[in-house]
């Protein structure tokens, strides 16, 4: 396998932390929280006093200022515990960099210390009933009266929308302008008219309280605007490759470790006399997704390198959130064949990453808008 050059030997030591708590705080109660719809908040405090959220804000709000290598470390500890419950990377790594990067000093020092210390869990509102890919199709309303907004609409499908303490919502303040028109604001999960919906049951990610948010007249101050009015489209377009790229990030891990898990239990499993592993057919699929992933791997560090170095561009993250988790879908789907019928069976980690693979293809953009902005950087699309 191809060396990686990414990580210095502090990195691999808080590896060695975040995999410890994988071990001793998630996996062990991972079954009881898929069964119960949720994690429990209190895994939240200990990973914030553990340094898991919010690592690379500023110490000033909280965090430990370190790089985004250290938040990844966590992404692909994450993937190997095969843990799809914990919301911690759309926490850390993409609503609070919207605070940090266009939010006031005064959102900043409320929020972003809470949200380092796992005492306030952060969502982030796009998606609506109507509206999922299409953020220029946001019905979502916020009408500036005086010094407040009133904001009325509904989301869906929102990440830690149950548990969540604040919530960054896509909504238009000037609808007629369309995506010029739209704007990000903070909602207070405490503030009159905003409401929790039901915890959505979804075929994976059980354990991850995914939910409805209805806002109905909401009065938001007017300094918990993000940014500038109407600029939340440009806003959301500058942080979007970063989000894709988490999601290839995660991919890819859970394809070395879904190989991983394979080749253990083909070494153990017999049929006809001699363990399933000794089976050219078995060798020569296990050789394809190994060589497959490795080139994923290969491609997502280099799209890490030009993160770090305030490169990474829409292209390259929609290319590495297409393929990676099309991979995904592959290699999750062989290794189950690999599995016979234990494969099936949910108590084998093979089966809960088959279901919760499925949905890589569909958030964070589909893979068929990947598609459409790879095409339209090689200047094709409609005119």
């Known amino acids: 396998m191809i060396p990686r050059r990414l990580f210095a030997s502090e990195h ?32 939240w405090k200990k990973a914030g006093a553990n340094g898991l959220l919010c690592a690379s804000m500023p110490e000033e709000y909280g965090g430990a200022g370190a790089d985004k290598l250290y938040s990844i470390v966590v992404m692909e500890e994450q993937a190997r515990a095969n843990n799809a419950s914990l919301g911690f ?20 020092r409320k929020y972003l210390p809470r949200m380092a210390a796992g005492e306030a869990i952060g969502a982030i509102a796009m998606s609506e009933p109507a509206a999922g890919s299409d953020l220029q199709g946001v019905k979502t309303t916020a009408v500036r009266k005086g010094d407040r907004y009133l904001v009325n609409g509904s989301k869906t499908f929102i990440t830690n929308g149950w548990h969540c303490d604040l919530v960054i919502v896509v909504a238009k303040t000037d609808p007629a302008k369309g995506a010029k028109g739209t704007s990000l604001l ?13 915890r959505l049951k979804k075929i994976g990610l059980k354990g991850q309280d995914t939910s409805e948010l209805f806002f109905e007249n909401v009065e938001v101050p007017a300094e918990n605007l993000i940014g500038q009015e109407n600029n939340g489209f440009a806003y959301l377009m500058q942080e979007l490759p970063w989000e894709r790229l988490q999601i290839a990030i995660g991919a890819v891990a859970k394809c070395e470790a879904a190989i991983g898990w394979t080749v253990d239990y083909v070494r153990e499993r017999r049929a006809f006399g001699q363990t399933v592993g000794s089976f050219q057919t078995t060798r020569f699929k296990l050789a394809e997704l190994a060589t497959e992933t490795q080139i994923a791997r290969v491609f997502v560090d280099r ?47 093979i089966a809960r990453a088959y279901l919760d693979a499925r949905v890589q293809r569909i958030y964070g953009g589909t893979n068929e808008i990947m598609k459409e902005v790879i095409g339209r950087s090689l200047g094709l699309g409609a005119k």
């Open 12 to 43: 691999e030591t808080f590896r060695d932390s975040v995999r410890r708590f994988m071990d001793e705080e998630v996996k062990p109660n991972d079954e009881r929280w898929q069964e119960q719809g949720y994690v429990d908040r209190e895994v």
């Open 89 to 108: 990377s759309l926490h850390s790594e993409i609503v609070a960099p919207y605070l940090l990067h266009y939010g006031s000093d005064a959102l900043k």
């Open 186 to 198: 903070v909602v207070d999960t405490t503030m009159k008219g905003f409401a929790k919906g039901r």
């Open 303 to 349: 799209a890490i390198e030009l993160l770090l170095a305030g490169k990474l561009d829409t292209e390259t993250a929609s290319m590495a959130k297409y393929w990676c988790t099309d991979l995904e879908g592959k290699v999750v789907d062989e290794c189950v064949q690999l599995h016979g019928g234990y494969g099936y069976m949910l108590e084998y980690p």
